[in-house]
């Protein structure tokens, strides 16, 4: 019998190459997903700042009813589905009008089902108003009543000119105000409190009565101090210190009064859509704008506008309004601090399990554990940090250094949240990123790099110092803009430690020793789910938010990219250089 | 020196030539070394430490809340006192003070026990007839044989630290107050021989006990201060009422809530009354009758309020001990009605139960027998401390406000000091993972809701239903992530051209930097809004993608090699992305729609089969709601599980790829060399042999969504459930501590109980990152001999 020796036949196609193709959805899912997000948060981010065209809505509301008319930008263009009378389902096409004016409204935005509307029409004259209160507003102005009682015509063709220099003169008032407010004055208050805690102190400690015409010290049971001298003295010079600054005081606030003369003398006058004459002051409004009037570089104009003004203008209206650049400096001023604390931490930390210490199963446990740390959610990082830095760290700083503000205001200075403990905690957290990094950085540098250095006579220090640590320099920069990117995106551990949704003073300013660490900050991220989710109106902030959002991606998107980039640089490197 | 030198007869040893300077090593570079080397080894060990330092802190802060009430009897000075009389405490335990003889207050110095008296006298001579102390307003409520009620406030003197009060000075003070007349026409009704007492704020209730000839009689009569804006106005007697007719038998103890609505009224025939006011009717009206109260025969002897006066505690003659709280109940006529019912029971003591007392700050009480001690803890029915043989029998047993301190005096009128040390007894493992009845509800539950609006709120710290959302966040995002990433990581490690992974790679691990807040404003804002009606959509979906996908391969794969080739391979994915695309689109804007409302119609059908198809509604939102009578949230699993997808993806893909990748090319080679198809290479070598880097990939990504915290805050409605429902929210242990953490008090439990989460969130992803990276270097040494 003759066996069948024949190799079963060999399949027409390849097998599985419908199962590869089933695996490419995978990818193909991940990709649409990543360029999904990145594309909608990159529109609507840039589209903040873009001006809309601004229409005027006629609208019918009943078959026979009064026509409406409205002034309103198109946010959204949808289809409802709703039951009609049969019970069966029916889509109306809707539009989402932004007109502004919530005062007068009540809302700022309102559904238009496209079918109610008569008339729709660009009028070229409306226009944006951005304002100090209130938020935006679409109006149709009709004119500027000025100060000497002349009117400017909307009509005219310098009244767009006009407008602007007005606007900006208000605006120039405001800022002189707005410095000597926050500059000189606030300086001040801040020395009246101290002084103000000064003489608080003497009075907490020191019981001071009149016996016989002549005012007589005495110190009290529970006295906060009970070293001062002569505290009858002491307390009289604070006394006349506090005059002084009083004085002071009040001639800053005459300038200001004198600044503000002219404010809200000129007037705008517009109307609604009802030819109801309507007047707002001037000064009211921070920037005005005719978008309909506006060709693609116009429109470009208004775009790097808003777009300096969102980086650089402190925000307005419980930060829906204006610009972010507090939290864009708080983010900063973080993100550096983490920077300068956790490099030289992690580098020696890397220096030496990978240069000094005794490879074995101990160090490879404990390496094993700092790389685990990087898998640690960020919010129990958070948890350490509050319960550690904050309460025991600054309560312990308070107790030694500032324990006459803790007695008498029972204010806590560093025993709160702050930068600086946010900074700490975050740097605790990249950590294990910087270590592993420096680490891969040291153990890739050539063994025969550091034979010819010892070789040279050159003591194990030298040898890292000239030799190990430029060549791992780059692995070293990788772990750094990694946990630099990983800190700059991170919220949790910070809604804990020390982020606010509005600092009244950045960390670092012109003031006192320039540098509060102990200050409080706002940050990019919790800036986004501050306005997301804990603003009044948040359709009306989404704009704001997306363009946030956007800042923040591009920043980390940035940070990384660089990473990967010196990384792959160094791989390279190293793959060429092998002995 | 010179060679000739060197002597002949005797070879000196060998002597090294003196280094020349120039080529020794100088002091600054040892210095320097030595330094730096000091330096590293130090600034490396506090690296350490401060590694492990998270993990003790994180233990040293949870530690205490499962450390048992200490309680210490101060055995230095134990005075001996009268016995006649009422014994008070004041709120920092130091100073205790005896109502003696009905016209005088001894303030107790309890270093050498002497007893300082301080008088009060009643207006017209009127004489006391029964009084009672409330501990929790330092004050005794009195009668008269004039039949009135008053109270008399005493001030210690001290502050709550024992330190002398500015106000007084450090003297004590005792106040009669203004009384009242019981009755509405002013005329005692025989004589009053008890009395209770209660302040609701705005409105005060007396209840009292007259002997009238052999009846005992029950009155309760209300005070009621009218405030305006400018001042408190007076005190006004606004409701006289006799309960006599509703209670059968003798009344023996009565108690009036804070709210000044409920009495409960304990009779000598051991029922127990409970009478509700009703605010139309201005009555009192008896709602419930407790009949044989601990199932047998066993006689009351002790029925207190325990704080917040939603339940009393009874104790019974035999050592029984249980707790009654007021919870709706369904009645036999099917209306639901909020009644007393028994929801805890201790231990029985060795005796009747004699004593109790309760703190005022929380629901800790302590119960004495003749011959036993016993601190509980109302919420949890844990016994925080206990005295099983005590050496005296006590006769008076008072506490403070707080019940830090209290005192038990001996019938030969010694007076035994306590202080008491339990910064914690809500908590304990009871707490945090049992299920615990709490005061209302009308059955054990594990809940959390850690604040409440008042004082007197019963914090519910049970961590399951934290930690049940966390699994259930981490389950919705892994159903999705794990099937992405792993097949993408398959697709990119074997299939795909090398220059090509390099781009796709990176773009992998952008994603995973993409801050959460991001995603989580993405999910919540953007995407919730718009997913909320097109769930239907969303179903069709998550069929058709890869049906279609699968179709859409087979056609392909079974064309003649000259259409195949026209893709070549490592392009699959380009073509997938618009056939994703189509699909997508076509199931949003209109497969959801035509496909809703028969799908409802259907499962309607179906429904109506055991008669519960009768709902409202025709989308899929009210089906779920009317028709499932399930929750329905625009912020859901469904949103989590997919924003956190955009987070987990990319790590378990990162990781897989890599262990893909890894595998050795010969193994590769020699399976290509015997002619297996690619997709036979990867399944049978490649797969196989990096199944420990995805299960290690797959434990990482597993870490990293069980942390995640701005996601799930952001984009559920963070509402405590324990609900598998993949439309409704949840809380997860992260999200939790970002929302209560900064508003909770250091050191307080809701604070050590949020610090025991992150520790729970720090073993979890600890152990789980330390199994992979284990399970990982297993891999590399054993592939590495390949």
Redesign the interface.
Known sequence: MDKDLSLPPA?K??????????????????????FG?LG??VYNGLEAFWPKTAYAFTVQNEPEGEKTTIYGNITKDQTR?V?NAE?K?E?IHEYQIFTGNKEKFGQAFRFIDVHRIVNQEELPRLMTLERLEGGKAIVDPIGIKLQNGSVLKATDSEFLSDFQRLTDEADHVRKSVHRIEKGDIGAINNKLDELQREVKIIERSYDIREVNGVSVATLKDNPIVDDIKNPIAELAKLKEQIGELHREYETYTAQVAKLREHEGKDILLYQLGNNDVQEMPLDQIVYGFMPNELGFFGKLGVFWHHFTGFILDDPREANTEGGIFPAIFGTFIMTVLMSMLVTP??V??A???R???KQGPLVQS?R??????A??????????G???FV?YLGGSIDQLFYWKKLAVDNTPTFGT?GILWASLTLA?MT?PVV?VSTEEALSAVPRGLREAALAC?A????M??RIILPCALPGVMTGLI?AM??G?????PL??TGVVKLAPSLPIDGEGPFVHLERKFMHL??H??DV??QSPD?DAA?PM?FAT?LL??LL??VM??AA?LIRNKLRKRYQASSF | MNQDDIPTQEQPAYQPKPVPKRFLVSKATLWCDRIMTKLIIGGGFTVIVAVFGILFFLLAVTLPLFKEAEVLEDVKTSPVVPTDGSWGLDASGKRPYLFRHGKEIDFLNQEDGTLTPVPFTLPDNEQITAYTYHSGLGLYPIATDAGKVGLITVKSGLNGHGDPDVETGGKPEVKVGELYPVTESGEPIGKIIGLTYADAGDKKVFVTLHQDADKVRTFVMSLEQSRSLVSDGELEPTGYFELSEQIDGKPSKILANMAGDGIVVVTDKNEIVYFAFDENTETWNKKQTIKQAFGNDEGISVCEWLFGDMSFVLGGKNGSLSIFSLYPQTQADGTTTRLFGKTKEFEPLNGPITHYISSYINRSFLVTSPTQMKLCYGTTADTRWEEPKLNFSPIQVVGNHELTSFLAQDAEGKLHRYSVDDKHPESGTKALVGKIWYEGYDAPKWMWQSVGGTDDYESKISLMPLIFGTLKGTFYALIFAVPVALLAAVYTSHFMPASVKKVVKPLMEIMASLPSVVLGFFGALYLAPKMEDKVPAIIMMAILIPAVAILFAWFWTTRPIEWRNKISHGLEYIVMIPVILIIAWVCWCYLGYWVEEPIVDMVRGVMSLWGSGDFQGTTFPELWRNGFDMAYEQRNSLVVGFIMGFAVIPVIFTISEDALSNVPPSLIAASEALGASRWQIVKTIVIPIASAGIFSALMIGLGRAVGETMIVLMATGNTPIMDWNIFNGMRTLSANIATELPEAAQGSTHYRVLFLGGLILFSLTFVLNTIAEIVRQRLRKRYHIV
Do not use: D
């Open positions: 399949p196609r390849p097998i599985g190459e419908a199962k590869i193709w089933l695996t490419s959805i995978g990818l193909a899912l991940g990709l649409i997903m990543i997000l909608i948060i589905h039951l019970g389902q889509s931490i992690g020696i930390g220096i030496y399990l240069e000094y210490a404990v094993i554990c700092v790389n685990n740390l898998g640690v959610p960020s919010i129990v990082f958070g948890v350490f509050l319960g550690f309460y949240s605790l950590l270590i006579g003591s194990k220090w030298q890292i110092q990694l990117a990983r700059a995106g991170e919220v949790a809604m804990v991220g919790f986004i789910y997301g989710f948040s989404q938010v959002t923040l991606i980390v998107v990384n990219l990967i």
